[in-house]
């Protein structure tokens, strides 16, 4: 009786997908551009600094006084300015700041998502 040797080759049994892997040019394109402060309307030609600065103080501090006058003082404004009057500079700019991150957080999670599912529409 002959042996037969089977030529063959079988994958293992549980074998990864044959997908292509996706790279991040894949996925961003091929638009690779470098990311400018001077061509912002926000940021002016030759004051990109300064006004960077402007904005990393007075936006978490306004939001910050946003949080007391609606959330603490409840839109009393004779209990805001005495709630304002008795807390530091830092500790309302601390706050804003903690309330600007979770509002970037959220859209940075909320723009991922929407990206996901634009790139792959059967996944849905």
């Known amino acids: 009786m002959e042996k037969r040797h089977d030529t063959t080759v079988r994958k293992p049994h549980l074998s990864p997908p044959d997908k292509k892997q996706k790279s991040a040019d894949d996925f961003y394109g091929t638009r690779k551009q470098a990311v400018s402060l001077e061509h912002s ?44 009057q008795d807390s530091p500079f830092l500790m309302v700019w601390a706050i804003g700041y903690e309330i600007l991150a979770i509002i970037l957080l959220v859209w940075i999670f909320k723009n991922s998502i929407s990206i996901s599912r634009r790139r792959d529409p059967q996944k849905k």
């Open 41 to 84: 309307s926000l940021f002016p030609e030759r004051y990109e600094k300064i006004f960077l600065a402007i904005y990393f103080i007075s936006l978490p501090y306004i939001l910050g006084l946003i949080f007391f006058f609606f959330y603490v003082a409840e839109g009393k404004l004779d209990v805001f300015i005495a709630v304002n």
